[in-house]
């Protein structure tokens, strides 16, 4: 069974960096085509992808966030961890990872992100 | 622009048919995934590469591509199914993954 859990402070200061970790279990972070992605959910707003990382140790990031964000994987600890550098109250969201299949197919570039954490909420505040 | 665009509210009765649009200028060149999403709960994959369907996820749910948007239909719509539904793709670069603004569907 495919599980990840998300961990982490529920609650930083503005200015402050936020580290989440999100572990893993019943599919190893060196399998090819697979990584896991990072999504975050403001109160009764909708999802926002922020970053993810492939079995490659390849990442990507959400261009509006990019300067504040990192993203790295221990295989053998099967946990990503995410960071984000000076938080502010509107960074005050659920914060999500989830398994992401990638491929190509007829040219054409596939994700699905097919098995989600619970979440855990992050507020930002003084 | 690599955003995607679904209505904020879509609403149907108990039985009816309720399809859930998602347009964007990559869709042509990216598939798309459905993802639902009930109050204080993590979203569920039940579409992706446009069409094809998790085990999991009931019949009655479909996806369709045509141009620049992709549609969720929901045949046979229950109470159960009222919820959030989110689009997803990637970018025309294939690069980064994009999120649409999410529809409430509520059933009537």
């Known amino acids: 069974q495919v599980t990840l859990k998300e961990s982490g402070p529920v609650l930083v200061k503005p200015t402050e960096t936020l580290t989440l970790t999100c572990t893993v279990s019943g599919f190893s972070l060196s399998e090819s085509r697979m990584g896991v992605s990072w999504i975050r959910q403001p109160p009764g707003k909708a999802l926002e992808w922020l970053a993810h990382?492939?079995?490659?140790?390849?990442?990507s990031f959400n261009t509006s966030l990019k300067s504040r964000l990192a993203i790295s994987k221990d295989t053998s600890k099967s946990q990503v961890v995410l960071t984000v550098t000076n938080m502010d109250p509107v960074d005050t969201a659920t914060y999500y990872c989830a398994r992401v299949i990638v491929g190509v197919l007829n040219n054409n570039y596939y994700y699905a992100l097919d098995i989600w954490g619970q979440g855990t909420t992050v507020t930002v505040s003084s | 622009s690599d955003e995607l665009t679904q209505p904020p509210s879509v609403s149907v009765s108990p039985g009816q048919t309720a399809r859930i649009t998602c347009s964007g200028d990559a869709l042509p060149k990216q598939y798309a995934s459905w993802y639902q999403q009930k109050p204080g709960l993590a979203p569920i994959l039940l579409i992706h590469k446009d069409t094809e369907r998790p085990s999991t996820t009931p019949e009655r749910f479909s996806g369709s591509s045509s141009g620049t948007a992709v549609t969720l239909t929901i045949r046979g719509v229950q109470a159960e199914d009222e919820a959030d539904y989110y689009c997803?793709?990637?970018?025309?670069?294939?690069?980064?993954?994009?999120f649409g603004g999410g529809t409430k569907l509520t059933v009537l």
């Open positions: 990382i492939f079995s490659s140790d390849g990442k």
């Open positions: 997803q793709s990637s970018d025309r670069s294939g690069i980064y993954v994009v």
